[in-house]
């Protein structure tokens, strides 16, 4: 049997961390992602108020907002089961951009509640997809012994970002840049976040779901 290639020391101390070595930059680009998310948390709902939204219209958004994440939580898994989780997180990021940028580009200018709906509420599908079809694919690829410590690290990049990272990105942006402008530099941490673990990750477990598996018989 041949001895297996020497580990770089970056690469030992991943490991030595309960990090899947392999999975590193999903959880930076989780990371990331989830600071991009929860960059409106704190100042969201009263902007939308200031802008003449009514206050229980903007309480509705959110309650659309949590159904469709509740839901995409829901299919986050069945889906990673049968397309793989890196095509989960694609159209997790997918959603989440293209909505977003309904939201901002549409919606906000033009004060239209119905886009709002659309654009807000159903990117509330987007966030979901991408972190929990990343928790499948750590569950899929993490050693036994290590699988709670990588789940806790998939929890600190998670709750890091929204709303700790978040809130904090945002109280330093919305001073320079505005409020309006700090929601469309959430969207460039997003992106980054996202294409950081969808390219920079070479596992190909996370494209292993059963539609695969059948295909590939």
């Known amino acids: 049997m041949k001895n297996?290639?020497?580990?770089?020391?970056?690469t030992r101390a991943i490991t030595r961390l309960g990090i899947p070595p392999t999975l590193a930059w999903g959880y930076l680009g989780l990371l990331l992602f989830m600071i991009g998310d929860g960059v409106e948390s704190g100042y969201l709902s009263p902007y939308l108020i200031d802008r003449g939204i009514p206050e229980p219209r903007v309480a509705?958004?959110?309650?659309?907002?949590?159904v469709a994440a509740g839901v995409a939580a829901w299919l986050s898994g069945v889906l990673s089961e049968l397309w793989g989780p890196r095509r989960v997180m694609w159209t997790g990021l997918a959603i989440w951009g293209a909505f977003q940028v309904v939201f901002l580009a549409a919606a906000v200018p033009l004060g239209s509640y119905p886009l709002m709906m659309l654009g807000y509420g159903l990117r509330g599908l987007g966030y979901p997809l991408f972190a929990y079809g990343f928790l499948v694919w750590i569950a899929g690829v993490a050693p036994r012994a290590r699988l709670g410590t990588a789940m806790g690290w998939f929890w600190f990049a998670f709750t890091g970002g929204l709303?700790?990272?978040?809130?904090?990105?945002?109280?330093?942006?919305?001073?320079h840049i505005g409020a309006y402008a700090t929601l469309w530099a959430a969207l460039v941490l997003v992106a980054a976040g996202g294409l950081i673990a969808l390219l920079l990750?070479?596992?190909d477990r996370g494209g292993s779901g059963r539609a695969a598996r059948a295909t590939a018989r």
């Open 4 to 10: 297996p290639l020497p580990r770089s020391p970056i």
């Open 60 to 66: 509705l958004l959110f309650t659309v907002y949590g």
């Open 163 to 175: 709303p700790t990272l978040g809130s904090l990105v945002a109280s330093g942006l919305i001073p």
């Open 201 to 203: 990750v070479r596992d």
